[in-house]
């Protein structure tokens, strides 16, 4: 793909993805993926199905170019308790059923990195997100060896809440991914400061509780150590759940980096 010309002021706009976008949006994934996208998944995305997305433009360019996509990303919302991350919700029954975003993809084309766009677009899907009462978070998959991803993710206060063994297939190798979490609307993850504050009171308590019953009763040692243990489990990151995982994949359709 020839890069686009940066002029010395660029003018970033945000819109919606269009049908127009399709041929530029389908060469940008192939060019900076390394999955291949159904011609199903960018349909989708440019006729506003049910796939959100943002487009991230030049205005300065010249040559009618202004309006050509130099970044996107799209996602999708649903029923947080149809995701693999169900378990780290805080349901809310005032809130009706609550719901989650999905970030399917995100990129920006070579020349325009590092300027702060990818971080704009998803500043826009978290205000998007937060604008619905129901939403409790916006999350992510991404592949454990994409740095500069996984960097931006961490600077924007998305949580990695699990790192999913082979979750990736490409070219016949399997790859690990991390699952990251941003938590709106009141919803938070189970290792936010409170709860780290509540694991090392517990943790304080059971060992206090666990010389006490030293010095009486041999048994209750036992107990005490399962209930130490059950504590911490709130604070560790909870392992894959494979058979969510394959479900959720094969009710999208896609494949996601
Ligand atoms: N001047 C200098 N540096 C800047 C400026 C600026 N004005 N603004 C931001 N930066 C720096 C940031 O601090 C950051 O630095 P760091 O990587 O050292 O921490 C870096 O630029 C990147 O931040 P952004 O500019 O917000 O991100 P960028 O627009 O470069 O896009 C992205 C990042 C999307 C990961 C891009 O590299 C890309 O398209 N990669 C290929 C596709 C990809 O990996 N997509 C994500 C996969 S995960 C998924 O899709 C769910």
């Known amino acids: 793909m020839e890069e686009p010309k940066i002029s010395t002021r660029p003018s970033i706009c945000f819109r919606p993805i269009n049908p127009s976008d399709l041929e530029r949006l389908e060469q940008i994934h ?7 996208y159904e011609s199903e998944f960018f349909q989708n995305v440019v006729n506003g199905g049910d796939i959100l997305s943002w487009a991230a433009v030049d205005r300065s360019r010249p040559d009618g170019l202004s309006d050509e996509l130099i970044g996107f990303v799209t996602a999708k919302i649903g029923p947080a308790k149809e995701t693999e991350i169900s378990d ?47 939403c409790r978070g916006v999350y992510l998959h991404v592949i454990a060896h994409n740095s500069p991803a996984i960097r931006l993710y961490k600077r924007m206060s998305f949580r990695c809440v699990r790192r999913l063994h082979g979750f990736y ?9 991390f699952l990251f979490v941003y938590f709106i609307n009141g919803s938070r993850s189970p290792c936010s400061p409170f709860d780290l ?3 090392i009171l517990n943790y304080m308590r059971s060992g206090i509780k666990s010389v006490t019953s030293r010095l009486t009763m041999k048994h209750e040692e036992k107990g005490l150590k399962w209930l130490k243990c059950k504590d911490m489990t709130r604070c560790l990151l909870p392992t ?16 996601y980096v």
């Open 88 to 134: 780290l919700i805080r349901y809310d029954s005032c809130k009706g059923e609550e719901t989650l975003v999905y970030i399917l993809t995100l990129g920006v084309v070579e020349s325009y990195r590092k300027r702060g766009i990818a971080k704009l677009l998803i500043k826009e899907v978290i205000k998007y997100a937060c604008s619905i009462p129901a």
């Open 169 to 177: 297939i490409i070219n016949g190798q399997h790859f690990d991914s």
């Open 197 to 199: 504050v509540v694991f």
């Open 30 to 36: 192939r060019d900076i993926f390394p999955i291949r």
């Open 240 to 255: 894959q759940n494979k058979r969510n995982l394959a479900s959720e994949r094969a009710s999208s359709g896609y494949d």
